[in-house]
């Protein structure tokens, strides 16, 4: 493989793509990753010869290319995957962070932390099977999670004979439940990830279906939006005072931009006090700028000498969130020790870290049917439950549909540190999207 | 520098950020965060390219203010000498802090003992977990990267180690979004990678569009070396080449820093960095496959390494 200098030039200008994918090696998820890496030539000759010395001597004809991500011994021992493992690889149009979660150990717990960072999610079904309990239970973690986009794989379609109506019930039942839920953008595929149907190339079998395939929708699924309609955030992490003899009085809050776009010159509110001043410099990590937006680490100035420390919300003076002690949140509980009503817990939200307790459990939700189960007491892990939590200081909390980054927090146990529950504020779902129009020919829509 | 990747403005926003600039970003957040949260923090700084581009991302992080940390390098004794004058140049040019936690000392107090293949790689645990509880640190930086190897690939951003300075993967935290929880008891400490997600190519891009200075083992040279466990090894007196393995002149370069003993060179003419990225872009083994003697031990043995308290 030569590489000429035009295609270095792309791999240097392209975008990120974080995903995630869901399902069980029963549904070929792993076959999938495996062809994504393989295909795109991200598996490398050494780590292949790995996989296939370690399937061979495991008794297994053909490489299992399950063994390129279940990293750890007892994985590898007990052929299941505990951990969500992170892969990367690289097409000349995008680079892709792959969260790869497992199907049955921890499911839940491991998907939401993969699909919390995720900007796409991956739902993998059987053809033969089409939506099952488990397919629900995916579709919502995406959509509780607020997953921008979500992709439904269709996958063994070479044992249903490519049949379009076998795919087009499929998608069309599994379209309507997502919608329902609030899933704002569902793009279904039909696929054979043995076969390499639709996965990288484009299938001969399937001249009924006129989309992209999956490695062509990732490389050009929106990876941004207009962040100037955002609510823009920006959360103080440090204070740069240098107090040196060349900047004696230089004073910069960095900080990742969370949410939408500063602009110099722009008035701000800091919460939680409700001072106000003006933006006079950003410097973008060396560069001033006029304007920086989400997810840029910057440095921000402002003109008055304000009481500002970590943990502190800078945002437009004209919509800056509401400070509340009282958060009513859904949260997945992570931890195999429970949480329980009247229990005292540390809340991380954004950068800032108080003490809080946790007022009440109403309800604990399962995934499978959604179905409400009231006031269950306490959580345990994998479970998704509604909770009310009294914090010791205020915090400026958006919701989490409006915003993943400062809509979010985790429950952490003060004795151990251990994090207890994933947490994100307001309604669970979001109101139900009209359900997108049936596949036409290009098979997706933004 | 920021890039507005604009490559496929379809289906891209004005605002998508090309992917070293979503990298840099990521990683000047987390040294923020450790710089808020922790008393005490150190960056493992061996002069290899990952660890440079920790420096340099932490220069950035924190500029016009210097860097609130001090470096630690476990030194094996077994070095490039250009890596250490790059490393001591290094630390002079930035007014930086350098701890050195020295195997050679261990090893001539008797309480380490050379192992029989004269590789040192292994016998780096025990200075750094000495090191790091003789200062306090609480927080240590390193620059494992996730696509080098299937048990960094679940390793957590901040990752929990206990007093042996050990790695239980079992019991790692979830981490969800970009909070990170850096809690731990007294005699704990986090460890931090802040390249988690980057891959071999990208710290290279990085290093071309930043103009990052590196060490010259790093581009094509001519050099002394033999071959062993079918990697070019450089001859010196760490203890190779034995009678049986013929010393020759090749044009090479290496692809990580570590021991010499363990560290193998590629036979390459790559003598600039745009020279070396497209050999990166072109090539069908990763690096530590490559050039790391001490992962071809076993399918586990960097799992069984962190877990005893390695890098």
């Known amino acids: 493989m030569s590489t000429t200098?035009?295609?270095?030039?792309?791999?240097?200008?392209?975008?990120?793509?974080?995903?995630?994918?869901a399902g069980s090696v029963d549904d070929g998820k792993s076959t999938l990753v495996g062809r994504l890496l393989h295909?795109?030539?991200?598996?490398?000759?050494d780590q292949l010869e790995a996989v296939e010395a370690a399937s061979l001597s495991r008794g297994q004809d053909a490489p299992d290319l399950a063994l390129l991500t279940d990293g750890l011994r007892a994985e590898r021992e007990q052929g299941i995957t505990i951990d969500v493992a992170y892969r990367y690889f690289a097409t000349p149009r995008r680079r892709f962070i792959l969260a790869d979660t497992p199907g049955h150990v921890q499911y839940t717990r491991n998907m939401v932390t993969g699909a919390s960072t995720a900007e796409l999610a991956v739902v993998l079904v059987d053809a033969r099977n089409g939506v099952v309990e488990q397919t629900r239970r995916h579709a919502a973690v995406a959509a509780l999670l607020r997953v921008p986009h979500v992709v439904l794989a269709v996958n063994k379609m070479d044992l249903v004979d490519y049949a379009e109506p076998v795919f087009a019930a499929i998608a069309e039942e599994f379209t309507t439940y997502a919608s329902e839920l609030g899933v704002p953008e569902i793009t279904a595929i039909p696929i054979s990830a043995l076969a390499g149907d639709n996965v990288v190339e484009p299938s001969a079998n399937m001249d009924w279906y006129g989309g992209p395939t999956v490695?062509?929708?990732?490389?050009?699924?929106?990876?941004?939006?207009?962040?100037?309609?955002?609510?823009?955030?920006?959360?103080?992490?440090?204070?740069?005072?240098?107090?040196?003899?060349?900047?004696?009085?230089?004073?910069?809050?960095?900080?990742?931009?969370?949410?939408?776009?500063?602009?110099?010159?722009?008035?701000?509110?800091?919460?939680?006090?409700?001072?106000?001043?003006?933006?006079?410099?950003?410097?973008?990590?060396?560069?001033?700028v006029d304007i920086a937006w989400a997810p840029q680490s910057v440095t921000i100035r402002l003109a008055d000498d304000i009481d500002?420390?970590?943990?502190?919300?800078?945002?437009?003076?004209?919509?800056?969130?509401?400070?509340?002690?009282?958060?009513?949140?859904?949260?997945?509980?992570?931890?195999?020790?429970?949480?329980?009503?009247?229990?005292?817990?540390?809340?991380?939200?954004?950068?800032?870290t108080v003490k809080a307790i946790v007022k009440d459990i109403p309800s604990r939700l399962t995934l499978d049917d959604l179905s409400q189960h009231p006031a269950p007491g306490q959580l345990v892990a994998n479970d998704i439950g509604r909770v009310v939590v009294r914090t010791a200081e205020p915090l400026a909390l958006d919701t989490y549909a409006d915003s993943r980054r400062t809509g979010s927090f985790l429950l952490i146990d003060p004795a151990d540190g251990t994090t207890l529950a994933a947490g994100m504020a307001g309604d669970a779902f979001a109101a139900a999207t009209a359900p997108a129009a049936p596949q036409d020919d290009e098979g997706w829509d933004f | 520098m920021t890039t507005v990747a604009n490559v496929h403005e379809d289906t891209d926003s004005p605002f998508a950020l090309s992917h070293l600039d979503s990298l840099e970003s990521e990683a000047v957040h987390i040294f923020r965060e450790v710089a808020g949260e922790f008393e005490r923090p150190v960056v493992l700084f061996?002069?290899?390219?990952?660890?440079?581009?920790?420096?340099?991302?932490?220069?950035?992080?924190?500029?016009?203010a210097p860097v609130p940390f001090s470096l630690l390098h476990v030194d094996t004794g077994h070095n490039f000498p250009e890596v250490i004058e790059y490393r001591d140049r290094t630390v002079e040019k930035y007014g930086l802090r350098l701890h050195v936690a020295s195997v050679q000392d261990y090893i001539d107090r008797g309480v380490l003992k050379e192992r029989p293949d004269g590789t040192r790689n292994p016998l780096q645990t025990v200075p750094l977990t000495e090191a790091i509880q003789e200062h306090r640190f609480d927080a240590v930086f390193g620059g494992g990267r996730r696509d080098e190897e299937k048990a960094r690939a679940k390793e957590r951003v901040f990752s929990l180690r206990d007093e042996f300075s050990q790695w239980d993967p079992r019991r790692q935290r979830p981490e969800l979004w970009q909070l990170y929880n850096g809690r731990h008891a007294p005699g704990e400490h986090v460890r931090v990678f802040p390249l988690s997600n980057w891959t071999e190519l990208d710290v290279w891009q990085y290093i071309e569009r930043e103009g990052i200075e590196l060490p010259q083992i790093y581009f094509a040279h001519e050099r002394e070396v033999f071959s062993r466990n079918g990697m070019w090894l450089t001859a010196g007196e760490w203890g190779g080449p034995k009678d049986t393995e013929p010393v020759e002149k090749r044009l090479i370069r290496y692809r990580t820093v570590g021991d010499m003993s363990c560290t193998g060179?590629?036979?390459?003419?790559?003598?600039?960095?745009?020279?070396?990225?497209?050999?990166?872009?072109?090539?069908?083994?990763?690096?530590?496959?490559?050039?790391?003697a001490d992962d071809k031990l076993s399918e586990a043995a960097m799992e069984d390494r962190k877990r005893e308290g390695y890098f």
């Open chain 1, 215 to 288: 490695l062509e929708h990732l490389e050009t699924v929106p990876v941004s939006h207009d962040l100037t309609a955002c609510h823009a955030r920006f959360p103080v992490q440090y204070v740069i005072r240098p107090q040196t003899a060349e900047h004696p009085d230089y004073r910069g809050y960095a900080g990742q931009i969370a949410a939408g776009a500063f602009r110099v010159g722009e008035p701000v509110t800091v919460l939680p006090s409700g001072r106000t001043s003006t933006i006079t410099a950003i410097d973008a990590l060396g560069e001033s």
């Open chain 2, 46 to 64: 061996s002069g290899g390219k990952d660890s440079i581009v920790m420096l340099h991302l932490a220069l950035k992080a924190f500029a016009p």
């Open chain 2, 265 to 292: 060179a590629v036979d390459s003419d790559a003598t600039t960095l745009q020279a070396v990225i497209a050999e990166i872009a072109a090539s069908r083994l990763t690096e530590r496959g490559a050039t790391r």
């Open chain 1, 5 to 21: 200098s035009e295609q270095l030039a792309d791999l240097s200008a392209t975008t990120l793509l974080r995903f995630a994918t």
């Open chain 1, 39 to 45: 295909d795109s030539k991200s598996v490398l000759a």
């Open chain 1, 308 to 352: 500002i420390s970590r943990g502190d919300l800078i945002a437009p003076a004209g919509d800056a969130p509401a400070t509340t002690q009282d958060v009513v949140a859904t949260v997945c509980h992570v931890a195999d020790q429970p949480l329980a009503v009247g229990q005292r817990v540390l809340l991380k939200h954004t950068t800032r």
